[in-house]
């Protein structure tokens, strides 16, 4: 079990920015490729951004490149997510997640470990 609990979630103005953060609750994240996904009203859950246990390996969602970085932090044991440039279509409930396996980074279904997630409300 790989306990996840997101935080950095609120209301921005659009063209602002958030941190989202995302520690591993009495356990450690070290090993473990993690990744962002979003879900959105009405909308399926989609991938955002990953980074590799080694963290050489970073993947984005077009919809975020150049905005969103996500990065890891070995001594803290915890994964972020800057955000700049905010946009209203960003609004959702951000999700981080971890995977022990060798799989495709960007696909929901890789990922056996979630958080309950964090809300994100960019108002235009």
């Known amino acids: 079990q790989v306990p996840l609990v997101e935080s950095g979630g609120g209301l921005v103005q659009a063209g602002g920015s958030l941190r989202l953060s995302c520690p591993a609750s009495g356990g450690s994240i070290n090993n473990y490729g993690m990744a962002w996904f979003r879900e959105a009203p009405g909308k399926e859950r989609e991938f955002v951004a990953a980074?590799?246990?080694?963290?050489?390996?970073?993947e984005y969602a077009d919809s975020v490149k150049g905005r969103f970085t996500i990065s890891r932090d070995v001594a803290a044991r915890t994964v972020t997510l800057q955000m700049n440039s905010l946009k209203p279509e960003d609004t959702a409930i951000y999700y981080c997640?971890?995977?022990?396996?060798?799989?495709?980074?960007?696909?929901?279904?890789?990922?056996?470990?979630w958080g309950q997630g964090t809300q994100v409300t960019v108002s235009s």
């Open positions: 997640a971890a995977r022990d396996k060798i799989a495709d980074p960007t696909e929901r279904e890789s990922y056996d470990y």
């Open positions: 980074i590799s246990w080694t963290s050489r390996r970073l």
